[in-house]
């Protein structure tokens, strides 16, 4: 089944055309992190849109898709942690501007593939320095998402790269109340360089639709 994830600029087009394909829209069944819409001629796309959940209600007479389209058009203030091993960044971003953010790297060298001692020593050095890269990441993260003037403006928070090491930088307690905005899906990145980092929205503000044919 083909998903596509579409930027709040090309959601209401691209629904539009899908109702006019398929006759318009003669029903709408939503939940708390999706809406389907079927068509009159049994065809349906299932709508998942960032940071649920989504509020269903629309006003009287508003077209099918008004109260999606208001909700991943809603301003928001939204902090970015990606955490690949060995590297990091971490951002505030209000719509697709980014306002505040700091980028790192650490070394740590890859797996040593002969035994004996040295594999022992070159094991422990290596955990060394992935614990040194993983609390450089969750001291930027405290830094710039959980400081008192900026934690109380965020509406949501995305995070992006390795599930694992993730986790171990959101163990750090003074994250709680930030890990508690994190949403669900966590984007896929390559290195977290500043590019990346600046290119996250393209994926944290998309709805991802999957159309499906008439039985």
Known sequence: MTAYDLPPERLERWLDRWAQQHGGVARTESQAAAV??????????RCEPPFPPLDPA????????????AHV??????????????GYGVGIFEGREL?????????????????????NRFARRRQNQA????????????AILAEPARAGTLDAVVRGGDRRALAEVFEDPRLAAVER??????????????KV?????DQFLATRVVPADPA
């Open 197 to 201: 980092l600046r290119g996250t929205p």
């Open 58 to 69: 629309s006003a009287p007479g508003d077209p099918p898709f008004a109260a999606l389209l």
């Open 131 to 142: 614990r040194s890269a993983l609390d450089a990441a969750a001291e930027t993260s405290v």
């Open 36 to 45: 389907t819409f079927t068509a009159p001629d049994g065809a349906t796309v």
């Open 99 to 119: 306002r505040a953010s700091k980028v790192g790297s650490r070394l740590v060298h890859g797996r040593h593939r002969a035994g004996g001692s040295s594999a």
């Open 73 to 86: 058009r809603r301003p928001r203030t939204v902090g970015v942690v990606l955490v690949r091993l060995g």
């Open 181 to 194: 905005l994190a949403v669900e899906r966590v984007i896929a990145v390559p290195d977290p360089r500043l």
